[in-house]
């Protein structure tokens, strides 16, 4: 079955060109001009990806990320004229999967969406539950529990931290993390990773500005504690 995307932008050139291109290339692929009826649509018939864009007509795409989260983890790849680093981290913090400024290559575009949904199923088919202290991570069902209370993350920051307590005690750089996440290499001046395990932290750690779950070790990259206490 094909992979279903949806598209919201109200570029209807570029909706046309990425849908001819995508359906090209084995997706089933739908569109919508506005931000308001792809949120609509997004609660009636879940896709397997969104494809977002900044700048539209009725609310911006930060604003329909934040509400898209609130009904749905549906991985978000968010399409923007606004290259600055400063935009891409807030779309991050906001719950975006992935980044991608215009002009784009349409192969790019392709790439992160196989590599968007790669991750998916690969957590979905995924056995076993991670269990570290209090802190539990069913790849499977794709939730993460600390004592017994589902923990809010996106699709993205759930498979980060599933890389990260699979390879427990273990230091993975940056350039690592996002090999093991995203498939590509990390850009010099990308720093999502750390966007993404801020946010982390903000939901699985006691203190999050003294974490012990996700460590920082300096120069290197993180690593995830493999032995957590009760007070942990």
């Known amino acids: ?43 009636r018939r879940p896709p397997d990806v969104v494809i977002l864009d900044v700048m539209l007509p009725d609310i911006d795409g930060f604003e329909t990320c934040r509400r898209i989260r609130q009904v749905s983890d549906v991985p978000i790849l968010m399409l923007t004229a606004k290259g600055e680093e400063t935009d891409r981290i807030v779309g991050l913090e906001l719950g975006a999967d992935d980044y991608l400024p215009k002009p784009f290559n349409p192969r790019e575009l ?62 993975l750089s940056r350039d690592q993390l996002m090999d093991m996440v995203k498939g590509q290499e990390l850009e010099a001046f990308d ?17 999050p500005k003294h974490p012990r779950r996700i460590v920082t070790v300096r120069g290197l990259g993180y690593v995830f504690a493999r032995y957590q206490g009760e007070d942990d």
């Open 110 to 171: 392709l790439a992160r969406l196989k590599a968007i949904l790669r991750r998916r199923g690969a957590a979905n088919g995924a056995s076993g539950v991670l269990r570290f202290g209090r802190l539990e991570i069913d790849p499977g069902s794709r939730t993460v529990r600390l004592d017994g209370r589902a923990c809010d993350l996106t699709s993205y920051q759930f498979d980060l931290l599933v890389a990260l307590a699979r390879n427990a005690g273990r230091t």
């Open 191 to 207: 720093r999502s990773i750390d966007v993404h395990v801020s946010r982390i932290r903000a939901v699985i750690e006691t203190d």
């Open 1 to 43: 079955m094909a992979d279903q995307v949806l598209i919201v932008d109200d570029d209807t050139r570029l909706s046309a060109m990425l849908s001819e291109y995508l359906a090209g290339n084995g997706f089933h692929v739908s569109t919508v001009a506005a931000a308001l009826d792809g949120i609509a649509e997004i609660a």
